[in-house]
């Protein structure tokens, strides 16, 4: 090969890893002005009324929680109807084993269980509109006077757990790169870019990199009856989803990929999208600004900077996550839900920014005129409360005084 054919190619890969740059920083601009473009909304602890609505129940007493064998289906794959997933963006290669399904240790959810009925408990303590009996799901645990049978709803789960872990070592290619501190900013990000672009069309060194990756799913089954043996709702499944790879190659996995783009979608959305933008800026600035820093860091090794998990931090993420699904169909419970405040009265405005809602609603209804304004924010507060019915009023006088209110349409469209 000619030395212009090289620098042809070269050339080339240059181009194209720049272009990779400019989609990641186009995408780094499009969530800012996304941010900008929200900053009228704030975070609201909102008071959601549950799915089921249990009647006549007085007492509910924690029952058996037990630990069982046997398999964990994988989610069901949905389509992808973003931009991105048409694009196949994020597409994973199979590794061997390639996991086709989950099978519960009887150790584990054991463990799961305990764990569950601990997340149970404690966000029933807080949230609860019944009395807590026997919290020990023994039998012999309850004393004192004994509760009317019809009164009292008893809760059961059955919990399947199961975790894999992967240790290993997968081949990926690197270029050494020897930096010229005599040349420019410009042409130091072009060297930079151009080994990085070399790396992704398979030139470089391929070195063994170690990596560990982490799947792990639970099931719950609950039941809900009442002690006299009434059936108060239909028994409900849960199951919750965990893949997570340190190391090694980014877009590889043990687990098949559209059902690992599903679990992350589902049930991993606290790990940002934005923060990982951010980080990947941040990384690449400091391998031009400071190379030894980003050295000395193990940034090279592309792998990620958080820790694996250990199987406990894991079993406690997965219970919890169930338990809050269940908990979400029979108690009420409260939501951080970001929604628009409107200009009106700002005394009013002050306090539903403080989550104070019931003095907001006091105050607003004292005032002898109410704009537009202020009745949007007051059926505001009364959505935060939980109460709907009177936050449609409120928003139906509202949209009378405005019509065409985008903004009060909205708020009518989500209660509806």
């Known amino acids: 090969m000619t030395t212009r054919e090289t620098k042809h190619i070269v050339l080339k890969m240059i181009q194209k890893t720049i272009l990779n740059i400019n989609r990641k920083f186009l995408l780094f601009g499009l969530m800012i002005w996304f941010l900008n473009a929200c900053a009228p909304q704030i975070s609201f602890q909102v008071q959601k009324p549950p799915e089921f609505q249990i009647q006549d129940i007085q007492y509910l007493e924690i029952g058996s929680f037990i630990g069982e064998s046997g398999n964990i289906p ?9 931009f991105f997933g048409k694009m196949g963006v994020g597409v994973t290669k199979a590794m061997e084993p390639l996991v086709q399904n989950f099978k519960a240790n009887p150790e584990h959810s054991e463990k799961a269980a305990d764990l569950v009925r601990a997340h149970i408990l404690g966000m029933l303590s807080s949230s609860s509109p019944w009395t807590i009996i026997n919290t020990t799901g023994e039998e012999t645990a309850i004393s004192g006077s004994i509760p009317d049978d019809a009164r009292v709803a008893v809760l059961d789960a059955q919990i399947k757990y199961a975790e894999l872990r992967y240790e290993d070592k997968e081949a990926i290619r690197y270029l050494v790169s020897v930096e010229n501190k005599g040349t420019t900013f410009e042409q130091q990000l072009l060297a930079k870019a151009g080994s990085i672009g070399a790396e992704s069309l398979g030139a470089g060194f391929l070195i063994p990199t170690p990596y560990v990756e982490l799947l792990a799913a639970i099931e719950i089954e609950m039941s809900l009856i009442r002690r006299n043996g009434t059936r108060l709702i239909p028994p409900q499944t849960h199951r919750a989803y965990y893949v997570r790879k340190w190391g090694g190659n980014s877009s590889s996995s043990h687990m098949p990929g559209k059902i690992r783009k599903q679990i992350i979608l589902e049930f991993q959305q606290d790990e940002s999208f ?5 980080t990947e800026l941040d990384r690449t600035t400091l391998a031009v600004q400071d190379p030894a820093a980003y050295l000395s860091m193990g940034l090279n090794l592309k792998r990620n900077q958080q820790v694996p ?11 919890r996550q169930s338990a809050e699904k ?34 907001a609603i006091a105050y607003l209804q004292g005032l002898d005129q109410k704009t ?36 009060i ?8």
């Open 309 to 319: 998990l250990t199987s406990l931090d894991l079993m406690i993420r997965l219970s």
């Open 74 to 82: 994988l989610p069901p794959v949905k389509t992808d109807e973003s």
């Open 372 to 407: 537009a304004e202020d009745e949007y924010n007051l059926g505001l507060a009364y959505e935060a409360t939980g109460n709907s019915g009177q936050a449609r009023i409120h928003y139906e006088t509202a949209l009378q005084q405005s019509p065409g209110n985008s903004q």
């Open 326 to 359: 269940y908990l979400k169909q029979i108690s009420p419970y409260e939501e951080e839900t970001q929604l628009i405040l409107l200009s009106g009265n700002e005394v009013a405005m002050n306090l539903i920014r403080g989550n104070a809602y019931q003095e």
């Open 274 to 278: 934005s923060e990982s933008i951010s």
């Open 409 to 416: 349409s909205e708020a009518l469209s989500r209660l509806r």
